[in-house]
């Protein structure tokens, strides 16, 4: 039962171009939307996260932008690098009681010179 | 570097045998989360720590089982290993059992033969 729904599953990006990666929920009790960005190798980094109470957030160039009655989010990546490139993944955390992070299925992201 | 540390970083075992993972939280941080992630996936939750006793478990049998310690640091046990059991285990850790900003470990590639 996937709850969190990502797309697309591959992305090919110019470099100084925006990536642009789109995740959809289904539960409305998720409180807390992280997005991890994750090397071959390596475990997942935290990006950048927001909560449904404000519709955008951005740091440096990630931006994430937040729909609360279409259930989205989405990350946008501007000026993307070619250090950029990894698979990304947006995750949902439930409420008290259920805290667990639910993730997408991933994004492979190629920035290409 | 997040500061969760997993040990080892692989292993291969052969089916039916047990296994034993290892996770160091971050100096702080009294959840311990573990996670599997089979190649092109997203994380899948296994089972939730909070300051020693289990606070939330996925959709896995109990031949998956865990521990945390009194300094927070946990295991994961896995009997009667299944070929399907090969994954990559990702351990992550936050300063509460919210998991706001958790961190993740390089993870423990394990594989079954």
């Known amino acids: 039962q996937q709850q969190v729904k990502q797309s697309p599953q591959s992305l090919i990006v110019q470099k100084g171009g925006i990536s642009i990666i789109n995740c959809a929920y289904e539960n409305t009790a998720f409180d807390y939307f992280p997005w991890y960005q994750q090397f071959p190798g390596k475990g997942p980094a935290l990006l950048i996260a927001i909560r449904p109470d404000v519709s955008e957030k951005k740091e440096g160039r990630f931006t994430i932008s937040f729909n609360k009655s279409a259930k989205q989010f989405s990350l946008h990546i501007m000026d993307s690098q070619p250090g950029d490139s990894a698979t990304y993944f947006c995750?949902?955390?439930?409420?008290?009681?259920?805290?667990?992070?639910?993730f997408g299925t991933g994004t492979r992201l190629t920035i290409i010179p | 570097e997040t500061g969760v540390t997993q040990s080892p970083t692989h292993l291969i075992k052969t089916r039916g045998q047990q296994v034993t993972l290892r996770c160091s939280s971050q100096?702080?941080?009294?959840?311990v989360s573990w996670y599997q992630q089979a190649l092109g996936q997203g994380p899948q939750f296994i089972f939730q720590y909070y300051r020693e006793e289990e606070n939330g478990r996925g959709n896995f049998p109990p031949r998956f089982s865990g521990l945390q310690f009194p300094n927070y640091s946990s295991e994961l046990n896995v009997n009667a290993l299944e070929l399907d059991d090969s994954a990559l285990y990702l351990c992550?850790?936050?300063?509460?059992?919210?998991?706001?900003?958790?961190?993740f470990g390089q993870g423990t590639r394990l594989t079954v033969v």
């Open positions: 992550a850790s936050s300063f509460s059992r919210m998991n706001t900003e958790a961190f």
């Open positions: 100096s702080g941080h009294n959840t």
């Open positions: 995750a949902a955390r439930g409420n008290f009681g259920n805290e667990k992070l639910t």
